[in-house]
């Protein structure tokens, strides 16, 4: 479901983002946009699932470690199943904005890293810069933010939450 947001603020959409470009905001309440229009998922597990496509260094990720990693207690027929339910919700909610840089076929599934602003990437390279974000200046560990949302998912998942996290703070 598509909900327009009213006036695009540093709040709700990421600076520099344009109508075409997906904000990924995964530092507190985790939530995306495409221009003015807030896009709501049903699923944690969706969520989650957007959160590692913008965090992965891979343009891409196979269909199996996605398996592994959000559905690894379920049975492998089952857990197939509900990826594909997971990447319809993604499809039907971009579907309306406009967005296409969500890509799936039988083996992978990818972000189109030139048409997706994260916030947490936002806030690293202003660190790499010398300049300090200024979420870094409102919030202290911030870093334990990251996914806190949508952490839970599963625990292979959260495992990586965990690790990717200790990375950012290296």
């Known amino acids: ?7 695009a603020t540093r709040e709700n959409v990421i ?5 075409s470009t997906l ?9 995306l946009h495409v221009g003015d229009h807030e896009i709501e998922l049903l699923s944690r ?15 891409e990720e196979s269909r199996e470690r996605l398996i592994g990693l959000f559905w690894s207690e379920a049975p492998e027929e089952r857990a197939r199943a509900s990826l594909r339910q997971a990447l319809h919700e993604i499809r039907n909610g971009l ?5 296409d840089g969500f890509h799936t076929d039988k083996l992978v599934v990818g972000l189109d890293r030139a048409r997706i602003r994260v ?3 936002d806030v690293l390279k202003d660190a790499a810069g010398g300049s300090p974000h200024s979420r870094l200046l409102q919030q202290q560990d911030l870093i334990d933010d990251i996914l806190g949302e949508v952490e839970s998912s599963d625990p292979a998942f959260q495992t990586w939450v965990l690790a990717r996290r200790q990375t950012i703070r290296d």
């Open 1 to 7: 479901r598509v909900e327009p947001v009213g006036v």
């Open 15 to 19: 600076d520099g983002a344009t109508s």
């Open 23 to 31: 904000s990924i905001r995964l530092l507190g309440k985790f939530s």
């Open 45 to 59: 597990k969706t969520k989650a699932l957007l959160g590692y496509l913008a965090l992965t260094e891979a343009q």
């Open 95 to 99: 579907q309306p904005t406009g967005f």
């Open 119 to 121: 916030d947490l990437i």
